[in-house]
């Protein structure tokens, strides 16, 4: 059943591609944290994908120029206009129930997605090298040039849900001229929605599209794209390891490095926030503090610490969410009844150990484990994290975090494991893993054919 697209209802997320909502039999039902169905979403199957994407490689091509157009007024539309059916401040509401997320992490998205759309030309020109050209037709490719190149034209993304965040990354492909299509989670598809509505309805019908699925059209999906950005946990990581054409946005693990200089209140200070400024739910959400000097007298400032945070900056779970934290944890977490759901108090593990296995554990909620900081045993710790934070500025502990080439993200100071910027790589920039440098060059006489006045 095909319908034109903006005619969704409230509570129903159908397929969207090329201009046109899919509605399908099989559908599932979106729940919020009590239990109550508040939306139903289609389940594509693989071959509406298949058409899809073969679809979509044939549709008509825009300029970057007017790419770039088109998703600032998306940009408009996403923050302040009715979306899908859905208000801002609906959407907003959508998100915290179903997710448990605090109010002011969904209205920061809300504006940090819509800032991310209206900067891209500046965001895409930040990962491309300084000696490269967008175009053949710049001057410099009649001296020789390097051509910034795609190398494909269908990207897939296989979204999480554990926060809206993530949905400001991927429209990056579409800035660099990629047709992409976007499986939502089940657990928060609403954000997926609204950004591809948003672009389709600013004039970008043919290169983005809503897709649904179950596992049969993610293996689909990533089988037929170009390239892939998937994420997830371990299991994800496993699957993908060694797929040459997907990234994987696995684990975070991020860290925070408290040096025997630092002052142990204000570090206390910043792994709170880290732990909670995204409801902990965040690959970026530290989840382990190494400490050179006393853990345990930090593991006390840090409780006090998270004492004086204001009860609305915790997150929010089902009561099955919490029973499957406390098995994970293999004891009871504190988690408070309320008619919006669970909210669920931060959790500080300390073990004696700098390499204790639980250094590595990484939980949907403001949960870290404290460990003894000593270089050698720490160092192999530190290895593969998204984002570290160094609270010191004694350099014998920043330089060898540096030479790690694994750590994604370094941060000196008073930085939380939390902080992002558009310009930024988060774990590198997504145009590495999307775009090429080929040598081009174009002979003057040759730039323009005069004879048949026709331009190259």
Not at 1 to 20: C, F, K, Q, W
Request: glycine share 6%; net charge neutral.
């Amino acid at each position: 059943m095909n319908s034109s697209v903006g005619s969704a209802a409230v509570g129903r997320i159908e397929a969207v591609a090329l201009g046109r909502e899919y509605a399908t039999r099989r559908r599932v039902a979106i729940h919020d944290l009590l239990g109550a169905s508040v939306a139903e979403m289609a389940v594509a199957p693989p071959v509406y994908i298949h058409s899809t994407i073969g679809a979509m490689r044939e549709a008509p091509a825009l300029s970057l120029a007017e790419i770039h157009a088109a998703m600032a007024r998306a940009a408009n539309s996403f923050q302040y206009h009715i979306v899908a059916g859905l208000s801002p401040d609906a959407y907003c509401q959508r998100v915290r129930h179903t997710t448990g997320l605090p109010a002011a992490v969904t209205q920061n998205a809300l504006a940090a997605i819509a800032q991310a759309l209206r900067e891209m030309p500046q965001i895409i020109d930040a990962g491309r090298p300084q000696g490269a050209c967008w175009s053949r037709h710049d001057a410099q490719a009649q001296a020789g040039c390097s051509l910034f190149s795609r190398k494909g034209d269908i990207f897939a993304v296989l979204a999480a849900g554990n926060g809206p965040g993530i949905h400001a990354l991927w429209p990056q492909a579409v800035a660099l001229g990629y047709r992409a299509l976007v499986r939502p989670s089940t657990r928060e598809p609403f954000t997926a929605q609204r950004v591809v509505c948003a672009m389709a309805q600013a004039g970008l019908a043919h290169y983005v599209a809503l897709v649904p699925t179950d596992y049969r059209g993610a293996d689909e999906l990533v089988a037929s794209a170009d390239l892939t950005l998937a994420y997830g946990g371990q299991d994800i990581v496993d699957k993908y390891r060694l797929h040459p054409r997907v990234r994987v946005q696995g684990p975070g693990r991020a860290k925070i490095v408290v040096g025997a200089d630092a002052c142990l209140d204000e570090a206390a200070a910043l792994v709170a926030r880290s732990m909670t400024d995204l409801g902990g739910a965040a690959c970026v959400s530290a989840s382990a503090v190494l400490v050179e000097g006393d853990a345990h007298d930090f593991c006390r400032r840090l409780r006090l610490a998270l004492q004086r945070l204001p009860p609305e900056t915790l997150p929010r779970a089902s009561r099955q969410t919490v029973d499957w934290l406390g098995s994970a944890l293999a004891s009871p977490i504190e988690a408070d009844s309320t008619p919006e759901g669970y909210v669920l108090h931060p959790l500080i593990t300390e073990v004696t150990e700098p390499d204790d296995p639980r250094v590595q554990r990484e939980l949907p909620f403001p949960c870290v484990t404290v460990a003894p900081y000593q270089a050698m045993r720490s160092a192999p710790m530190l290895s593969g994290s998204l984002a570290v934070t160094v609270f010191s500025r004694q350099s014998r502990l920043l330089v060898p975090i540096l030479a790690d080439a694994s750590i994604s993200n370094i941060y000196v100071g008073d930085i939380p494991t939390t902080w992002m910027a558009p310009s930024v790589p988060h774990d590198a920039y997504l145009s590495d893993f999307l775009m090429c440098n080929r040598g081009f060059r174009v002979a003057p006489s040759w730039a323009e054919n005069k004879t048949k006045g026709e331009t190259l």
